[in-house]
């Protein structure tokens, strides 16, 4: 297996070599909340599985109030649940055309694969179990799995999802109904994602998924569609050569609009609604988003 040289498709063999990388970050500093969002809790979810009811004390959640049981008894009881043994970190994957593109170093989808390879391995090694899923209706989710086999199931579909555009691929919109209908509370969820997918996901959506799990959003972006150069640049459309001419002010608008809008409104907005974001550049280090030593991570 050879690494990939011209970033236009991730390789299982980088993917691989990531996990010395990711697991040299230390976990995220518990227990604070900074711009980018809640820090992770070392808490798993309270599980789906009951296990008993005793009476209400204040303090408790009302939300888990036993309601048929105070009928019966008169006496308000609340329900208590069987704590999870490993969270699940369940990585989604935008598979959007826009992904397949870049200019410095890597695709933005080849960023993509090795952003979600950094959160598979630094997700073993918090002990978690992973999984991994995309927009399809055709494709069953990477099933969760602990150690070292169940981070390599979800490279070797990172690898393939990001090796070119899926003909089935459904949107990101999609991919999240699935996903938070398969996750428990106190779950983990990674969203690898072009901005412009980011964009057309409801926000109040948001707030709703994040009361019960903790999200974290990769925004990928490439430098051309963050800094594009002030002159006239040539592409390729449908076989034919048009050119584009960002010196032009009006140009250069319509380009932030469609580009840079998007990602700022969504590092700006995500962590408002409970939603950790980083924005990732194509050419940057693929383990950057992480916090270094237990410091607060910023926005890459």
């Known amino acids: ?24 970050r230390k ?9 980018a969002g809640p820090a992770a809790s070392t808490l798993r979810g309270r599980g789906m ?21 105070t ?10 649940f069987q704590a999870e043994r490993e969270r699940l970190t369940l990585i989604v994957a935008d598979t ?18 090795r952003a979600g390879a950094v959160a598979a391995w630094s997700a073993i090694r918090d002990g978690d179990r992973v999984a991994a899923l995309r927009g399809t209706a055709t494709e069953p989710p990477v099933p969760p799995a602990s150690g070292t086999r169940g981070a390599l199931r979800v490279l070797d579909a990172l690898v393939r999802w990001y090796a070119r555009p899926p003909a089935d691929d459904q949107g990101l919109a999609f991919a999240l ?21 980011i964009a057309a996901i409801p926000e109040s959506d948001w707030p709703r998924w994040a009361a019960h799990h903790e999200i974290s959003v990769l925004l990928l972006f490439d430098a051309l569609e963050a800094t594009p150069p002030n002159a006239a640049l040539p592409f390729q459309v449908g076989g034919q050569r048009v050119q584009l001419d960002l010196a032009d002010a009006a140009q250069r608008q319509r380009w932030s609009q469609l580009f840079s809008e998007p990602l700022e409104t969504a590092v700006r907005n995500l962590p408002r609604r409970g939603v950790r974001a980083w924005a990732l550049r194509g050419d940057a280090p693929s383990e950057s988003w992480l916090p ?6 910023q926005v890459a």
């Open 177 to 197: 109904d699935h996903a938070v209908r398969l996750l428990r509370p106190g779950s983990r969820l990674i969203v690898l994602a072009d901005p412009d997918s």
């Open 71 to 80: 009928a019966r008894s008169g006496r308000t009881h609340t329900k208590l």
């Open 27 to 35: 976990p995220a500093r518990q227990g604070r909340h900074s711009i």
């Open 49 to 69: 599985e009951y296990a008993e009811s005793r009476e209400y004390v204040p303090g408790d959640d009302v939300r888990h109030i036993d309601w048929r049981l």
């Open 96 to 113: 959007s055309p826009r992904l397949y593109f870049g200019t410095r170093v890597r695709f933005k989808s080849t960023q993509a694969a």
């Open 292 to 297: 270094i030593g237990g410091a607060t991570p």
């Open 1 to 24: 297996m050879a690494t990939s040289v011209d970033g236009i498709a991730p390789t299982l063999a980088e993917l691989v070599a990531l996990r010395a990388t990711a697991q040299r």
